[in-house]
């Protein structure tokens, strides 16, 4: 035998834990009363690697032979917020120029995105082309074999075999599934054996010498009399609704009125006692709630005015709104549903009160303006309204409706102006009914020093020039985009092709094709696909109706590309679907002389000739 110990009767290594090696520092068991014991500290363990290292003559290793980690700081960059800025910029300020850079920027953001724009689609257009390639659909792996059964015959498709087990034993299991068989009740069989015999007895209290049918009793039913008489109202229901007559009767379609079916709807409205009083008197208990936990809450008070409204009392709403207007007196929503609520001069006299606690309320001024019956009152309220505030607008466009006389309107819209000069519209209304075309164009030039930035006045300088015959609009197109471009104010090409097309709609062609000559290339560069863009918009404008907004965009391309093909042919289509065929004739005449070696240009100018009878010219 070896004099060596045996393992479990060993004395264990100094600071020995059993399961170290796997992480374990412990254990608990049922018996213990406290924690379990705590496994050896980080430096025990680092004396006895060091002990167990120098035994071994290798290096000192740390910890569970792991590196030992230096601290990471906690001011690392990695985790810092971007957001967060820190240090030199911490406490400077965002202003205008700040705004002006960022703006800037984003433009070039946008301009740099457009001019790659067509290169990046065509560019994911062909990955995808080639992804679809290299990785086809089921459905068109097997395209050819679902063209090829265009081949097979009635009598191949029927000879096909159902999908499913044919196997004999299942399908002898499905056969005897399908067989099911029922008891037949008694009282079948008991018919089935009383249909052949005669009953020779006569039953009690039946009449000697009547049939079986006409007991005293009447218990008997004549279905078949029934019957006739349901098919005879029916035809005369049927015969009503087929006349229009107004007393057909209801759910036929001849008696609905599809017009004002939704009206009538609409005007419909339960009377108070198709409500029901216990939901009425729990609401409003809430509503009682929400008004004393806070009196100065005007909504719940409309609320609970309207309740009592609903619930036919008026009287009682009328009260609660008073109670509200003493509680809220600058409360605009309060003093108009109190208004509301009264009638005749009760309401007027609110109204008075409602503009002296609230003055400056345009609102209020407006609703008592609507309270007065004739047109003297109105005018007096809204001129001691305007007294007020002068600077509203609402309250002159009010006070001018209310003028029959030309000249009255016209003193007061350039009293208003002068008032208000940042307001184009009051401009623009004076400038329709001004005497002379000079003070129109004086208004209009005010309002433009006045709002630099705004591109409508611009607009309707160029629409006075055009309704009095003159060529300037051109010009005052260019001075337009010259000067929007200087105040930054610059539309975008959107906008002006949607103001174009409104110009055409109110009858301002030539406006609308000036505005298309000048702005239908801002902002875009040479790189840039202009042609497919420009082509874009004209179709755009040609599927909203508006045809000489696109007349104007084809134009504008012709003279910058005069020997396109594609241009040339969507102008004669536009000519030939939307115009005039002397439209047409002069666009194919300018077509086969810009772009002599297009032969279907001189085909269809040909064929056109040919088809209005000038035989000749479609020959020359």
């Known amino acids: 035998m070896s004099g060596r110990k045996d393992f479990l009767s060993q004395q264990a290594p100094e600071n020995y834990v059993a399961g170290l090696g796997r992480g374990a520092t412990g254990f608990t068991t049922r018996s213990d009363l406290g924690p379990a014991r705590e496994g050896p500290s980080e430096d025990q363990i680092k004396e006895a690697l060091a002990k167990r290292a120098a035994q071994l003559g290798a290096p000192t290793p740390s910890a569970y032979g792991a590196v030992e980690k230096k601290e990471e700081e906690d001011d690392d960059e990695r985790f810092q917020d971007p957001e967060n800025e820190v240090g030199l910029f911490a406490t400077g300020a965002y202003d205008r120029d700040d705004d002006e850079a960022d703006r800037i920027y984003q433009d070039i953001d946008d301009r740099m995105d457009r001019r790659r724009k067509a290169r990046r689609e065509a560019r994911e257009k062909q990955e995808r082309e080639d992804y679809e390639a290299k990785n086809p659909k089921i459905q068109q ?138 939901d009425i008197k729990r609401v409003e208990s809430l509503l009682q709630s929400v008004i004393k936990t806070n009196s100065r809450h005007p909504p719940g008070y409309i609320a609970l005015a309207r309740l009592h409204e609903l619930a036919g009392k008026p009287v009682k709403a009328r009260d609660v709104m008073a109670q509200c207007c003493s509680l809220n007196p600058h409360s605009e929503d309060a003093w108009l549903e109190n208004i509301r609520l009264n009638e005749g001069h009760n309401a007027k006299v609110i109204a008075a009160a409602s503009v002296k606690e609230n003055p400056q309320s345009t609102r209020l001024w407006t609703r008592a303006t609507e309270l007065e019956t004739d047109s003297l009152s109105k005018k007096r309220v809204l001129r001691r309204a305007l007294d007020l505030l002068p600077k509203s607008v609402v309250l002159w466009k009010q006070l001018v409706q209310l003028s029959q006389d030309e000249g009255e309107a016209r003193l007061l819209l350039s009293k208003a102006c002068s008032e208000i000069p940042a307001s184009i519209e009051l401009h623009l209304a004076l400038a329709r009914i001004v005497e002379t075309v000079d003070e129109a164009r004086k208004v209009l030039n005010t309002c433009r020093r006045a709002n630099p930035k705004n591109a409508e006045v611009w607009i309707a300088a160029s629409r006075l020039e055009e309704q009095v015959g003159s060529k300037n609009t051109v010009n005052i197109m260019k001075r337009a985009v010259q000067s929007l471009a200087n105040e930054n104010a610059m539309l975008k090409r959107e906008e002006w092709i949607e103001q174009a097309e409104k110009c055409e709609e109110e009858g301002a062609i030539l406006t609308g094709q000036n505005i298309i000559r000048e702005t239908l290339s801002y902002g875009l560069d040479e790189d840039d696909d202009r042609k497919k863009l420009f082509m874009e918009d004209a179709q755009a404008s040609i599927s909203r109706g508006r045809y000489e907004i696109a007349r104007a965009i084809y134009a504008y391309i012709l003279r910058i590309w005069p020997t396109s093909k594609s241009a040339w042919e969507a102008s004669a289509n536009l000519e030939k679907v939307h115009g005039k065929k002397e439209d047409l004739w002069n666009v194919l005449e300018k077509a086969v002389e810009a772009v002599p070696q297009a032969d279907d240009l001189w085909i269809q100018y040909a064929n056109e000739k040919y088809q209005s009878g000038d035989v000749d010219g479609a020959r020359i």
């Open 141 to 278: 792996q097997f395209a050819d074999l679902k063209r090829s059964l265009g081949s097979v015959t009635d009598e191949q498709w029927q000879s096909i075999p159902e999908v499913g087990d044919l196997t004999g034993k299942n399908r002898r299991a499905k056969q005897n599934l399908r067989q099911r068989f029922y008891a037949v009740p008694d009282s079948v069989i008991a018919g089935a054996r009383n249909s052949t015999e005669f009953d020779t007895s006569v039953a009690d209290g039946a009449q000697t010498n009547g049939s079986a049918s006409d007991n005293v009793d009447g218990t008997m039913t004549n279905f078949a009399d029934i019957g006739a008489a349901r098919d005879k109202v029916l035809q005369v229901n049927l015969d009503k609704a087929a006349m229009g007559s107004a007393d057909a009767t209801s759910g036929s379609a001849s008696t609905i009125d599809p017009k004002g079916y939704l009206t009538s709807l609409s005007k419909t409205e339960l009377k108070p006692q198709d409500y029901d009083i216990g």
